[in-house]
């Protein structure tokens, strides 16, 4: 469904250019549900919007379904946002109108592209759990109440990928989980491709595969080690962080690239060079030999 290879954005300003994303690889299947989580400012929110057709890329390669979003012109890009994208922001005003009730809201859309159908509007409301609420005007639901109502307006044009930036991130814990409860249930039984960038690892830890980015590429995955743990209830809370429920793996690129953590650099004391040995089984990777001698006070890091 989603296919980025050597992904670069770079934002220019009068006197500055910031290297948003720095060749960044991602792969989605059709039907995923995946969350994509990274510090402050290591480029998830350009992802997303990329993704959803807002910012251009700058080059690479960045495929969605059948459409190059590098190549695209300006007319597909319409149809694209149109028929196969939808967006949830954190902060929902951005895409409510707090005059209109909840279901001229996700009328709204339908409007503007040309096809009201009023049936599924207020399907797409009872799916949300709002059945009862469609009628109310929005300053009359809660915010939570009125990120689902959100939720509801990015499926109106009923599309196959689902990009949620933060979605979770001005509720509650319980309007959380009940958000995180309808993504499963879009993802399930309709199939929606979902790609959720957030902070929370407790919300991370309830998808199946979690992509970590760090300075604008992809760094490391965590894969589930039991995809059935929906199930068990509660079990998330009670473990909390992400390595005890997924496995943790590095992200290798085509041409054998990886990301080695700035921590683990610094305390190696490796800035631009290492050394690298393979002993059959693992590749050792070190501070620089020192010519000469000296050797013996190399630290060692296994990777
Ligand atoms: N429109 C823009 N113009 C210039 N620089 C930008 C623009 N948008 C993002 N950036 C820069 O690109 C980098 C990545 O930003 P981005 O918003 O994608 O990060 P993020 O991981 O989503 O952060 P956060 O979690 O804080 O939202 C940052 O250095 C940011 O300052």
Redesign the pocket.
Same mark, same amino acid.
């Given at each position: 469904m989603i296919e980025c290879e050597g992904l670069v954005k770079i934002?220019k300003?009068d006197d500055l250019e910031?290297v948003?994303l720095q060749g960044l690889n991602l792969k989605v299947e059709a039907g995923e549900l995946m969350a994509i989580i =990274?510090? @402050?400012?290591? =480029?998830? @929110?350009?992802l997303l919007n990329t993704l959803g057709g807002l910012d251009r890329p700058s080059a690479g390669t960045v495929k969605v379904g059948e459409w190059d979003l590098l190549k695209i012109t300006e007319e597909d890009l319409v149809q694209y946002k149109r028929a196969t994208v939808g967006f949830i922001w954190q902060n929902n005003a951005r895409n409510l109108l707090p005059y209109l009730t909840a279901l001229e809201n996700v009328e709204m859309p339908m409007m503007l592209s040309g096809k009201v159908d009023r049936d599924y509007a207020k399907q797409l409301l009872e799916w949300v759990g709002l059945k009862e609420r469609m009628h109310n005007k929005l300053h009359q639901l809660s915010g939570g109440e009125q990120q689902r109502v959100a939720i509801a307006i990015s499926l109106s044009n009923r599309p196959k990928l689902l990009l949620a930036d933060e979605p979770t991130g001005s509720v509650d814990t319980a309007t959380s989980d009940l958000i995180m409860g309808i993504f499963r249930r879009l993802n399930r039984e309709l199939g929606v491709t979902i790609v959720i960038?957030t902070?929370d690892l407790t919300l991370a830890s309830k998808v199946d595969r979690v992509v970590a980015i760090r300075d604008g590429l992809t760094s490391t995955e965590f894969i589930k080690r039991n995809p059935n743990m929906d199930a068990q209830k509660g079990f998330e809370e009670q473990t909390g962080g992400l390595q005890e429920i997924h496995e943790a793996y590095v992200v290798v690129d085509r041409v054998g690239r990886l990301q080695v953590p700035k921590e683990y650099l610094d305390a190696l004391g490796i800035s631009d060079k290492a050394s690298m040995e393979f002993d059959g089984e693992k590749i050792t990777i070190s501070s620089p030999k020192k010519l000469g001698g000296g050797q013996d006070e190399e630290q060692k890091q296994s990777i």
């Open positions: 934002f300003t910031v948003a =990274g510090n @402050s400012g290591s =480029g998830k @929110s350009t960038v902070h």
